[in-house]
């Protein structure tokens, strides 16, 4: 019997490193006016290792991630506003800023270290308000909010020791309401938008090194399967080597102060990315794909092939997600309602994610009702049980 042998790596979910990433990207959905993409927007707070000028006692100062679509008009500013209950407005900060045409978009970087000073760090815990807006000094529009929404800021002690770390605590977001939903889409990759491939975005608690005395992540690998009618479909194998097979990746979105700091599991959420190499919204490429000498299996192509798939993820040999959808006969993730009526920003579908078994430990079930998109929950979304 031959041995199917994989031929990438087991893979692992490196650390995020803070990047000003603003390079325009193709097919941002049509709207009036610039809008955030909101499964791209990210809110989170920065430990700093003092706090105005005490070195044993910690604090945070916020910062965000987000894609805009545009159009984003000459002249055009990104900023962000925060407000702590009862005390007003906290800090403003702007936002690298890209003229973008419409039906394109651009993606952002801002704050912590980065254009707030750090006398204005804080030490309080609790929800927090924030707004994306943008002024433009050239027109007479005056200033548009894109995006309210509110989060929840918590804190755990971080894992240095002695009487000096009494007050030392690492300040995060509490992101476990990203956890229940997941997306699939097609994104352009070699071949562009004729050979477009499938993808997957969820979420996991934590990532894959754990500190000293703290148990290990499961999700050190994710090995994606798709399932159509029963059978796993995208395999394609050269002799006894999988060739093009899918593969995970993960941005970790943590509070800290530097990617080599040490920061406690709880501190820690990761947004899984997998790709399938072998499947394929639809074949424009005009290329011979028929079988070879010695090679087994082609091209799964969604078109050819439309009804209701299965995503199953295993970690570590055992199952820990699944997420189901349906395709139709044009090659397209077919539209349950959700990401329209949300008014997503992107051509991603939301779908609910089945966990199998606990490999993201204790986390709350119900944060999604509340802190959903900080504060702007999903309507007609409905957790898999």
């Known amino acids: 019997m031959m041995q199917k042998r994989r031929s990438s790596a087991a893979l692992s979910f490196p650390m995020l490193v803070v990047l000003f990433l603003g390079s325009v990207a193709p097919r941002a959905l049509a709207q009036e006016g610039p809008?955030?993409?909101?499964d791209s927007l990210l809110f989170t707070a920065y430990t700093l290792a003092e706090y105005r000028g005490n070195y044993d006692m910690w604090s945070w100062l916020p910062?965000?991630?987000?894609?805009?679509?545009?159009?984003?008009e000459s002249g055009d500013q990104l900023f962000v506003e925060v407000t702590l209950p009862g005390r007003g407005v906290w800090v403003k900060f702007d936002c690298e800023t890209e003229e973008t045409p419409q039906g394109r978009s651009m993606k952002t970087k801002c704050g912590g270290r980065d254009g707030i000073p750090e006398e204005k760090s804080a030490?309080?815990?609790?929800?927090?308000s924030f707004a994306i807006k943008l002024r433009n000094p050239l027109s007479e529009g005056g200033v548009k909010t894109l995006f309210t929404g509110k989060a929840k800021v918590m804190k755990s002690r971080s894992n240095e020791h002695g009487p000096?770390?009494?007050?030392?605590?690492?300040?995060?977001?509490?992101?476990?309401?990203?956890?229940?939903?997941?997306?699939?889409?097609?994104?352009p990759e070699t071949h562009g938008w004729n050979l477009p491939l499938l993808k997957a975005d969820f979420w996991v608690r934590g990532?894959?090194?754990s500190g000293p005395g703290e148990p290990p992540q499961p999700f050190s690998t994710a090995e994606?399967?798709?399932?159509?009618?029963?059978?796993?479909?995208?395999?394609?194998?050269?002799?006894?080597?999988q060739v093009g097979s899918p593969s995970c990746s993960g941005e970790t979105i943590e509070t800290t102060r530097s990617v080599a700091d040490n920061v406690p599991q709880a501190a820690k959420w990761t947004r899984v990315t997998c790709t399938f190499y072998s499947v394929a919204g639809w074949d424009k490429t005009g290329e011979d794909r028929s079988p070879r000498p010695g090679k087994t299996g082609r091209i799964h192509v969604l078109s050819d092939n439309p009804g209701e798939y299965e995503l199953k993820i295993l970690t570590k040999g055992r199952l820990a997600r699944s997420l189901k959808f349906t395709?139709?006969?044009?090659?397209?993730?077919?539209?349950?309602g959700i990401a329209t009526a949300n008014k997503l920003g992107s051509d991603k579908i939301i779908v609910p994610v089945t966990f199998i078994g606990a490999p993201d430990g204790v986390w709350d079930k119900l944060a999604w009702k509340t802190w959903g998109y900080y504060g702007n929950p999903l309507t007609g979304f409905t957790p898999a049980p």
């Not at 809008?35 to 909101?38: D, E, F, S, V, W």
């Not at 395709?327 to 349950?336: E, L, P, R």
């Open 123 to 128: 030490t309080y815990v609790g929800p927090v």
């Open 207 to 209: 990532v894959r090194s």
């Open 63 to 72: 910062k965000a991630e987000f894609r805009v679509n545009g159009p984003i």
């Open 35 to 38: 809008a955030i993409q909101k």
């Open 164 to 187: 000096k770390a009494l007050n030392k605590f690492v300040y995060y977001v509490d992101h476990d309401w990203t956890l229940p939903a997941g997306y699939i889409y097609l994104s």
């Open 327 to 336: 395709v139709g006969d044009d090659g397209k993730i077919v539209d349950n």
């Open 224 to 241: 994606p399967h798709l399932l159509y009618k029963g059978k796993e479909v995208g395999l394609i194998f050269l002799q006894d080597l």
